[in-house]
């Protein structure tokens, strides 16, 4: 029997493990700077909090856990039906994003909340989708978000947060804007109205298929071709961000919600600017991102110097606790996707040589009388918090230099009969060969200087 | 509609998430300081490799995945076995502890890995188990395990470690030991070698049932009157260590096993005492454990101060490896019980107030005109690394101030235009109600120096 996980699942071996918590780190100082907090939720929620979030499609990719137990008792076992049956025999699922298990503590705590709540969270998702290159079952979300207040300064500090963390990994991005505001106006204008999640998840997908097939599919969700035809200069208008907010104005204006959703992204830009930050950002009005419950703001970040899908992704939604009884609480938040920004730093050769926290040395192993001492010194080095370690049996030599060179120790430590005589350690760098010696006394101040 | 999570779950708050840090980070610092590097296994595995791992008890405390689609395919779903028809149903699960998972990568990755292999992982497990206080469905584990040698200095090692993280939490604990060698050594002596399994089952409940339950067990276990008999005066052993060790000796030394089991103990006290680790240690002869897979030494932590059960154990196992296919590798490792830290350092109120990393300052918001000037301010703080914020809406002062008091934010910093036309901040510290006034140029360095 040949070991193995499940498909689209990872192991993260110790090298991983180190470039993947670099990136946790980077981003979690960042979080922290700007006054958000730490939360986690279970892996677990209930299955009614959770379906329905993500439309049919979503529903389909949860996965659920089967009750403990007799879980038949009381289901139907001969329902043909899969989805019907599933949810009689599983009330929990694992969660699919880090948004709804928000929302639902949200609504939940209520009353132990501060409001505005600005929180983050770090945590692994699970979705069963078709595992394929770079889309995995389970994966790592990094999100923010601020409930309980609408103020623009929200999307702004935002703004600020995506700048941070990709100035700190040192890649660079540009950020797409949009409003879900606007989208409704130009749906209104194009006299569609009821038609605005139609058009929003299909016209998402320009980038990707072209505006040919956008079309096609707008056609298939029964938009007239008269109002696909006014669509289209909306979706080839160009210009500065200034001058394609003044045309979309011209053609929107009349409504009235349109006109607000272009005020807001204004505002965001006049503050942005007004505070010289430097990111590149882009109005692009086809930007519409899947999910139906963000009302403003929507945004979308992508690597400039490296090809993959976007990096990072949020918006503002008015009412998402809304769904759990909790409603006008506003939020705003975006999510980092974990497993991209690491292929980004892998391609473009970005993870920091020293992200990797090592061993300073290894005492080789000889044979019982001496190791005694080497214990002795080995301890005294990890009291001064310098890592350290002895290599476990009296092996082979080359078998211990190995261990040290794989595992990127750079000091090996060798305590024999006439250095416990002389109580003066030899130590060997394995990367330069140089060899010298040691006072045993000396030893914790010659790591606390060498690097 | 009232949102809840399924019960054994929990979230964890901002406050709770800092004082969990507070442990995760003490715990890997030390583990790090060994060099032991981190490890991550998916949250889902094949039931085929968690099924049986865990005796017939733990198989029914497996959390199982339906499969996805049409998961009645194939399936008989008129089988009334319910645990036959769930693994039928089911391929997946998830993972009930570390060491598991731990074994199947070092199998499953073994060219890649350079042995020995020292890894730690924290990362949470769940069990279907019935929630009550203190256990929960979803709880995390930090193991650390070195796998590929038999060297007892391993076992030294995990003593230090322990001795480590405790000191470093401010928790006093002693460390019962015992050795699987010894126990089987016991069985034989009293005619049971075929029953060690059961007599190890039924002692480890000395502490909790008291001797005469205990003895009752063993008769229901087939134990004859006899072997129970011969088997009272060695759970009543008093003495030093080294007095119970001497003692035991005599008893079982005719027992080759026995006697090897004995020798390790020795020497592990030996190196212990060298090495003049202060951690109280007690050799137990009934301690345990009930896993399976332990072969030699097995540890155990309990808290001097606080009344709980165990908050650490573990223990060296020969061939947890070999149910996946690569028989002799030995390894040894020990588990540190987040949960029940957590619990007794709230207990005995030993969290660090600062275990809390907060925002430093909070900028009042008044108005469009001077929070744009704030914005500026609080920009150049965080550039700077001070944690920093402003409240998002111009609400009223004291739903400011609550707001900083709820968070713990020991600043707040007005800039109204009088400040602006002197460039001059005014500053109040929350906690003792002092307001002072702070040169704009000046606002880093206040914050870099002021607590």
Not at 7 to 22: H, I, L
Not at 117 to 138: C, H, L, N, S, T
Not at 203 to 216: F, T, Y
Request: proline residues 3%.
């Amino acid at each position: 029997m040949k070991p193995s996980i499940p498909k689209g699942t990872r192991d993260f071996s110790p090298a991983e493990m180190s470039r993947r918590n670099y990136i946790f780190d980077t981003v979690r100082t960042v979080f922290r700077r700007y006054g958000y907090e730490p939360l986690e939720t279970p892996a677990m929620e209930n299955l009614s909090t959770l379906m329905g979030k993500y439309g049919e499609e979503g529903d389909k990719l949860l996965f659920k856990i089967l009750n403990s137990g007799d879980f038949s008792k009381g289901a139907n076992m001969s329902e043909e039906n899969t989805n019907k049956l599933a949810t009689q025999i599983c009330e929990k699922g694992l969660r699919y994003d880090l948004t709804v298990p928000f929302a639902r503590y949200v609504v939940q705590h209520q009353s132990e909340i501060t409001f505005p709540f600005k929180r983050y969270q770090i945590q692994p998702v699970w979705r069963a989708d078709r595992p394929q290159k770079g889309r995995y079952r389970e994966f790592y979300q990094c999100d923010v978000d601020v409930v309980g207040t609408k103020s623009l300064l929200c999307e702004v500090e935002l703004i600020q947060i995506v700048q941070d963390v990709f100035a700190s990994l040192g890649v660079r991005v540009h950020l797409k804007i949009n409003n879900r505001k606007i989208l409704y106006g130009i749906a209104e204008t194009i006299g569609c109205a009821d038609k605005m999640i139609d058009i929003t998840v299909a016209i998402d997908k320009l980038d990707k298929i072209g505006i040919e097939a956008v079309n096609k599919e707008l056609l298939e969700r029964g938009l007239t071709k008269e109002a696909i035809e006014r669509l289209q200069p909306i979706l080839k208008l160009e210009g500065t961000n200034r001058e394609k907010l003044a045309q979309i104005c011209e053609i929107i204006g009349s409504c009235e919600t349109g006109r607000k959703g272009i005020e807001e992204v204004s505002t965001i830009f006049d503050i942005v600017e007004e505070l010289n930050i430097t990111l590149p950002m882009e109005l692009d009005l086809s930007l519409a991102r899947g999910l139906n419950y963000y009302t403003g703001a929507i945004f979308e970040v992508k690597a400039l110097d490296y090809q993959i899908g976007s990096i990072s992704g949020g918006g503002r939604y008015d009412d998402l606790t809304g769904i759990f009884g909790l409603p006008n609480t506003s939020g705003v938040g975006i999510s980092f996707g974990a497993d991209r920004i690491y292929d980004v730093l892998s391609g473009l050769e970005l993870f920091p040589q020293d992200s990797v926290q090592n061993t300073r040395a290894l005492f080789a192993n000889f044979s019982e009388k001496e190791t005694l001492e080497s214990l002795k010194l080995l301890k005294m080095l990890r009291e001064n918090n310098i890592a350290a370690e002895i290599y476990p049996d009296a092996a082979k030599l080359k078998k211990q230099f190995d261990y040290a060179q794989s595992k990127g120790i750079p000091h090996i430590i060798f305590i024999g009969s006439e250095e416990i005589a002389t109580r003066t350690a030899t130590i060997k760098n394995i990367n330069t060969g140089e060899q010298g010696k040691v006072a045993f006394d000396d030893l914790v101040k010659y790591f606390d200087i060498s690097k």
